[in-house]
């Protein structure tokens, strides 16, 4: 069972960075193209950002584009979100997901396609 443990959420000014990392245990993540998503307080959970297993192919929600980027080292078996810039609309708590896929260069960004998820780190961001 693949289990994955989010940190580095945490208070922030706007303007400044964060970088939240997920890491995956027992299985291996480079089998798994991975998502990271939002949810903030009376609203859906949204996706921000998913990378294929390889790492190469990335996607993006408008919203983020140019201000976070999502990677992954499948050697430490972990993915992270750079956050720079941050807005106080970016506050919410961040999940990251897992999704199987025999497919090395696919992303999946529906929600619905994703069968693991962390328990979610808080990023907060004053203004």
């Known amino acids: 069972q693949l289990q994955l443990v989010e940190s580095g959420g945490g208070l922030v000014q706007a303007g400044g960075p964060l970088r939240p990392s997920c890491a995956a245990s027992g299985r291996t993540l480079s089998n798994y193209p991975m998502g990271w998503f939002r949810q903030a307080p009376g609203k859906e959970r949204e996706v921000v950002a998913a990378?294929?297993?390889?790492?190469?192919?990335?996607n993006y929600a408008d919203s983020v584009k140019g201000r976070l980027t999502i990677s992954r080292d499948n050697a430490k078996n972990t993915v992270y979100l750079q956050m720079n810039s941050l807005k106080p609309e970016d506050k919410a708590v961040y999940y990251c997901?897992?999704?199987?896929?025999?497919?090395?260069?696919?992303?999946?960004?529906?929600?619905?396609?994703?069968?693991?998820w962390g328990q979610g780190t808080k990023v907060t961001v004053s203004s």
């Open positions: 997901a897992a999704t199987t896929s025999s497919l090395r260069l696919i992303v999946v960004t529906n929600t619905g396609e994703y069968d693991y």
């Open positions: 990378i294929s297993r390889s790492g190469i192919v990335t």
